[in-house]
């Protein structure tokens, strides 16, 4: 990090900065100048906080060298995290991860069948919402612990770990107990005292890019949960708000490589609640993978036109089973496994 002081600043004043940046156990090196003062910070600059030195009336510009994440940051962590989902590996060389089901658990006959058919596809995972975060009120808003309870018996027949969204602090408990990797909505993406509480959690993170968030700030969510304890954190990318009303949001495959050139994190791919169209998802999925994904998150219903919610983008067991015969080809041509 560089510092660089207004001109004709007091010398106490520098002074007194140079002394509240050495009490946090980082080195000042100053370069003193006819009219500005310049001093660089050597260190764990994570704890130093840019506004409180941007907020000095002395203080002209402040510019960070290296990011501000340190546990997610590859520069301190060269070599690619492999998370261990129930004996799912995810992430490095592995195999490219197929997580597939309904977008809202609808009783245990429809869920097990569902589970049975992505199966038979090729998906490892199973995915299923039980608490669902709607933008209406009057929206069906999921089964709750019964939806749980139907996805931990699905995943007892047929061997697949499963994956639910947690929404609020107080259910933690029941996801412990019940769910393989636990999913951070876009929506809580920034809900830091949920990001807190998952950094004391013994399960890994399935956490999604926010509506509008930036690179940074997606990175530094993940670095709360690292910064608590549970280093198990896996990048999901659910496509962005911006202008274009075509698609429910607009994918951002470049965060493949940028996610993997910043840090040491698996990141999967959701093309179905990116695109919003079931026509999009396999072609948007087949680019995923091309662009190095680690794997796939997708809405799976034996009839997608009657689904409880988001059927619009949810595609069947057939078009999902079409989907993985063509990503194997794909996966291949990068050298990997899927």
């Known amino acids: 990090m560089i510092i660089t002081m207004k001109k004709n600043a007091p010398e106490q004043e520098i002074q007194n900065l140079v002394q509240s940046i050495e009490d946090k156990g980082v080195k000042v090196t100053m370069i003193q100048g006819a009219n500005y003062n310049v001093f660089g910070i050597v260190g764990d600059t994570t704890v130093v906080d840019d506004r409180l030195i941007t907020a000095n009336p002395y203080v002209d510009n402040v510019k960070r060298i290296a990011a501000p994440y340190k546990k997610a940051n590859r520069l301190f962590h060269p070599l690619d995290s492999v998370i261990d989902v129930d004996g799912v590996k995810v992430g490095g060389n592995e195999k490219i991860v197929i997580i597939g089901g309904p977008c809202s658990v609808e009783g245990e006959e429809s869920t097990m069948q569902i589970a049975k058919e992505v199966k038979e596809a090729g998906a490892m995972m199973l995915r299923g919402g039980a608490y669902k975060p709607r933008t209406s009120p009057y929206s069906f808003q999921g089964m709750g612990i019964e939806g749980l309870k139907c996805l931990y018996k699905a995943k007892l027949a047929y061997n697949m770990p499963i994956v639910s969204e947690l929404m609020s602090e107080n259910k933690v408990d029941e996801f412990e107990e019940y769910v393989d990797l636990i999913q951070v909505g876009a929506r809580n993406m920034q809900n830091f005292d949920l990001l807190k509480?998952?950094?004391?959690?013994?399960?890994?993170?399935?956490?999604?890019?926010?509506?509008?968030?930036?690179?940074?700030?997606?990175?530094?969510?993940?670095?709360?949960?690292?910064?608590?304890?549970?280093?198990?954190?896996?990048?999901?990318?659910?496509?962005?708000?911006?202008?274009?009303?075509?698609?429910?949001?607009?994918?951002?495959?470049?965060?493949?490589?940028?996610?993997?050139?910043?840090?040491?994190?698996?990141?999967?791919?959701?093309?179905?609640?990116?695109?919003?169209?079931?026509?999009?998802?396999?072609?948007?999925?087949?680019?995923?993978?091309?662009?190095?994904?680690?794997?796939?998150?997708?809405?799976?219903?034996?009839?997608?036109?009657?689904?409880?919610?988001?059927?619009?983008?949810?595609?069947?067991?057939?078009?999902?089973?079409?989907?993985?015969?063509?990503?194997?080809?794909?996966?291949?041509?990068?050298?990997?496994?899927?």
């Open 197 to 338: 509480a998952l950094g004391k959690c013994s399960k890994p993170i399935l956490l999604k890019r926010g509506l509008s968030n930036t690179m940074e700030e997606w990175i530094m969510a993940a670095e709360y949960i690292m910064a608590g304890g549970n280093e198990n954190v896996i990048m999901c990318e659910r496509g962005i708000r911006t202008f274009e009303t075509y698609t429910r949001n607009t994918l951002d495959l470049s965060v493949i490589p940028i996610i993997k050139s910043k840090t040491h994190l698996p990141i999967v791919i959701d093309p179905s609640h990116a695109t919003g169209k079931r026509d999009l998802v396999e072609s948007m999925a087949l680019a995923a993978i091309a662009a190095g994904a680690d794997g796939l998150m997708l809405e799976v219903h034996e009839n997608p036109e009657c689904a409880w919610s988001d059927g619009a983008q949810t595609i069947t067991p057939a078009a999902l089973k079409t989907l993985i015969e063509k990503g194997r080809k794909i996966a291949n041509v990068i050298g990997r496994e899927m």
